[in-house]
C-alpha cells in the first residue's frame, strides 16, 4: 500500500516561497513509470493541477503557475518538494500531493496540508 504524507508550513506571508515535502512509503518514487504530482484546492474552488515530476526526475507544470513552481526530489528519502515564489493570498489553498499512474490517473493521495498566505 502506497502512503504519502504532506508536510510544511501552515502559514506563508505574502511575496514568500512556499515550500512544502511529500514523503512517500511503501513504493519508490524512481519506479518506473510512475509520476508524482502537487495539486492544490483553493477555498471553494475545484481541484487545480500545478505539476509533477516523473520517475526519471523529469519536470512538468502547469502553464500558469509554471513561472512560479519549482518540483524536486530527494531519492533517498523517497521524497518529493513543491516550492512556489511570490506566494499571494490567492495561493491560500489545500495542497496534496498523488502517485500518478501511466494511464495518468492518480491512484493515491496525501491527506492534504493547509497552507494560507496572509501576513
Known amino acids: 500500500q502506497v502512503q504519502l504524507q504532506e508536510s510544511g508550513p501552515g502559514l506563508v506571508k505574502p511575496s514568500q516561497t512556499l515550500s512544502l515535502t511529500c514523503t512517500v512509503s511503501?513504493?519508490?518514487?524512481?519506479?518506473?513509470?510512475?509520476?508524482w504530482s502537487w495539486i492544490r484546492q483553493p477555498p471553494g474552488k475545484g481541484l487545480e493541477w500545478m505539476g509533477v515530476?516523473?520517475?526519471?526526475?523529469?519536470?512538468y507544470y502547469s502553464p500558469s503557475l509554471k513561472s512560479r513552481t519549482s518540483i524536486s526530489r530527494d531519492t533517498s528519502k523517497n521524497q518529493f518538494s513543491l516550492q512556489l515564489s511570490s506566494v499571494t493570498p490567492e495561493d491560500t489553498a489545500v495542497y496534496y500531493c498523488?502517485?500518478?499512474?501511466?494511464?495518468?490517473?492518480?491512484?493515491?493521495w496525501g491527506q492534504g496540508t493547509q497552507v494560507t498566505v496572509s501576513s
Open positions: 515530476i516523473a520517475y526519471d526526475g523529469s519536470t
Open positions: 498523488a502517485r500518478v499512474r501511466p494511464s495518468d490517473y492518480h491512484d493515491y
Open positions: 511503501g513504493g519508490s518514487i524512481t519506479t518506473s513509470y510512475y509520476a
